[in-house]
């Protein structure tokens, strides 16, 4: 199992962007899907994106469609999520997970989780 660390949240108005970074150590980094899920205060954590092992194939789910970028690199053990045109419904924390059993939306498929970061869009 791979360990993950998520950095790069924090307080954004509406409209900025951030770039969130989920470093792993401690397994094969490029054997592993990555994908980012998120909680916001009250709710259940939801899926946000998730991209390959080889980074060819990624997924988003439809509220951040357009707007995120998922991505990764492999040499860095790094996984990156670019987002933009931030809403103040992003606010939440987000985390970091990893599959072995490839791309997936259920946090079950992730067997791997970050500690998560917080992100907050101010209106």
């Known amino acids: 199992q791979v360990q993950l660390v998520e950095s790069g949240g924090g307080l954004v108005q509406a409209g900025g962007s951030l770039r969130l970074s989920c470093a792993a150590s401690g397994g094969t980094f490029s054997r592993y899907a990555t994908g980012w899920f998120r909680q916001a205060p009250g709710k259940e954590r939801e899926f946000v994106a998730a991209?390959?092992?080889?980074?060819?194939?990624?997924d988003y789910a439809d509220s951040v469609k357009g707007r995120f970028i998922i991505a990764r690199d492999n040499a860095k053990k790094t996984g990156y999520l670019q987002m933009n045109s931030l809403k103040p419904e992003d606010t939440a924390v987000y985390y970091c997970?990893?599959?072995?059993?490839?791309?997936?939306?259920?946090?079950?498929?992730?067997?791997?989780w970050g500690q998560g970061t917080q992100v907050t869009v101010s209106s």
């Open positions: 997970a990893a599959s072995i059993n490839g791309l997936g939306r259920a946090e079950a498929d992730f067997g791997s």
């Open positions: 991209i390959s092992w080889s980074g060819i194939s990624t």
